[in-house]
């Protein structure tokens, strides 16, 4: 683009929205693509414009809401839409519940190149249809269609952003512990998985108290699997003192521990194994006292799918501690950034 004179922009076209505001009216007076007329040129002096900004031939640039249009263009999602373009920007909002992925290496390479900017959710983050997902714009109001041609060039053989919808699954649920067994103690970890799991497209296969003793628990969990459960639950003996049965148990299963225990608080001495394609989680007694534990963090990537690696759990570690704050906000806080 150039700028010009506007007694000489006649035949000319437009590359930006000119505004007027005339007796509390605030509007476009012309649209971008306007080809100027003769007739214009009073009416742009009128509301202070002696110069204008036109298109220059050849000179491969493109405008800010095209190049809003190409970058939505080149990191489809499914399940979630773009806006039109507006104020130069084109946002993507969900359309269903999931878990929010972002390719955080690729939006690093993407926003390198001159003139793009992509802001986004945190990877790994739990949304409700209709939120915000991505921003995607160029900082001027123009520029140069190499640097957009570069971003697609990038996105073309990876993916930048994914939505995970929430799936369907069936959790058998294990409580052990001879205190809560034999009726010594009443079991509050029951109502607090229940709620939950309610937050998520979950049925329980069921619910089985164990005393401590490892064939009765291992025996609970397969005929939690038997009966069709896709997901396992474990509390009670989470610790590392020697009589604490439930990750032996769980090795006994036939299950791969990822990890027994989680650079995150509260909820340090979790597990997480996978029995085959089966999510196992070992949850500690934290889960049962405080409103937000590194259980709320694990639970909506396994809904959505996604196999937790052991340096998905790494990762936990920056973003790991809960502020414990007096009102909770999970997931909007730093709680489970990974």
């Given at each position: 683009m150039?700028?010009?004179?506007v007694t000489q922009a006649v035949g000319m076209t437009l590359c930006h929205d000119i505004t007027k505001m005339v007796d509390g009216f605030k509007g476009p007076?012309?649209?971008?693509?306007?080809?100027?007329?003769?007739?214009?040129?009073?009416?742009?002096?009128?509301?202070?414009?002696?110069?204008?900004?036109?298109?220059?031939?050849?000179?491969?640039?493109?405008?800010?809401?095209?190049?809003?249009?190409?970058?939505?263009?080149?990191?489809?999602?499914?399940?979630?839409?773009?806006?039109?373009?507006?104020?130069?920007k084109v946002l993507l909002i969900t359309e269903t519940r999931g878990m929010f992925r972002v390719n955080t290496a690729l939006l690093s390479r993407v926003n390198e190149i001159e003139d793009i900017t992509i802001t986004t959710l945190p990877d790994h983050y739990p949304v409700e249809a209709g939120a915000r997902l991505a921003s995607m714009r160029i900082v001027?109001?123009?520029?140069?269609?190499?640097?957009?041609?570069?971003?697609?060039?990038l996105c073309a053989g990876e993916r930048l952003l994914d939505l995970r919808p929430y799936r369907e699954r069936k959790a058998g649920v294990i409580i052990t512990g001879s205190e809560v067994y034999t009726g010594r103690i009443q079991d509050r970890f029951e109502p607090v998985v229940r709620a939950k799991l309610a937050q998520y497209p979950a049925q329980i296969a069921g619910v089985t108290v164990c005393d401590d003793d490892l064939e009765m628990i291992v025996g609970a969990a397969k005929a939690h699997l038997?009966?069709?459960?896709?997901?396992?639950?474990?509390?009670?003996?989470?610790?590392?003192?020697?009589?604490?049965?439930?990750?032996?148990?769980?090795?006994?299963?036939?299950?791969?521990?990822?990890s027994h225990g989680v650079p995150s608080q509260p909820g340090n001495m979790t597990?997480?194994?996978?029995?085959?394609?089966?999510?196992?989680?070992?949850?500690?007694?934290?889960?049962?006292?405080?409103?937000?534990?590194?259980?709320?963090?694990?639970?909506?990537?396994?809904f959505a799918g996604d196999k937790l690696t052991r340096e998905d759990l790494i990762h936990l570690g920056d973003g790991g501690l809960c502020q414990l704050c007096g009102a909770c906000h999970f997931p909007n806080c730093t709680f489970g950034r990974y």
């Amino acid at each position: 683009m150039k700028k010009i004179d506007v007694t000489q922009a006649v035949g000319m076209t437009l590359c930006h929205d000119i505004t007027k505001m005339v007796d509390g009216f605030k509007g476009p007076a012309f649209r971008r693509g306007h080809v100027i007329r003769e007739e214009d040129i009073p009416a742009l002096l009128d509301i202070g414009k002696r110069t204008v900004f036109v298109w220059e031939e050849h000179a491969g640039e493109l405008h800010e809401e095209d190049c809003a249009l190409r970058l939505a263009a080149m990191a489809p999602v499914t399940g979630a839409h773009y806006t039109p373009p507006s104020e130069g920007k084109v946002l993507l909002i969900t359309e269903t519940r999931g878990m929010f992925r972002v390719n955080t290496a690729l939006l690093s390479r993407v926003n390198e190149i001159e003139d793009i900017t992509i802001t986004t959710l945190p990877d790994h983050y739990p949304v409700e249809a209709g939120a915000r997902l991505a921003s995607m714009r160029i900082v001027p109001l123009v520029t140069k269609e190499r640097n957009i041609i570069e971003a697609e060039r990038l996105c073309a053989g990876e993916r930048l952003l994914d939505l995970r919808p929430y799936r369907e699954r069936k959790a058998g649920v294990i409580i052990t512990g001879s205190e809560v067994y034999t009726g010594r103690i009443q079991d509050r970890f029951e109502p607090v998985v229940r709620a939950k799991l309610a937050q998520y497209p979950a049925q329980i296969a069921g619910v089985t108290v164990c005393d401590d003793d490892l064939e009765m628990i291992v025996g609970a969990a397969k005929a939690h699997l038997e009966k069709g459960a896709d997901f396992l639950i474990f509390t009670g003996g989470m610790s590392v003192d020697p009589d604490d049965l439930t990750p032996t148990a769980i090795r006994r299963l036939g299950a791969q521990i990822i990890s027994h225990g989680v650079p995150s608080q509260p909820g340090n001495m979790t597990l997480v194994a996978y029995l085959g394609d089966v999510p196992v989680l070992g949850v500690p007694g934290a889960a049962i006292h405080l409103p937000t534990t590194i259980f709320d963090v694990l639970l909506p990537q396994i809904f959505a799918g996604d196999k937790l690696t052991r340096e998905d759990l790494i990762h936990l570690g920056d973003g790991g501690l809960c502020q414990l704050c007096g009102a909770c906000h999970f997931p909007n806080c730093t709680f489970g950034r990974y």
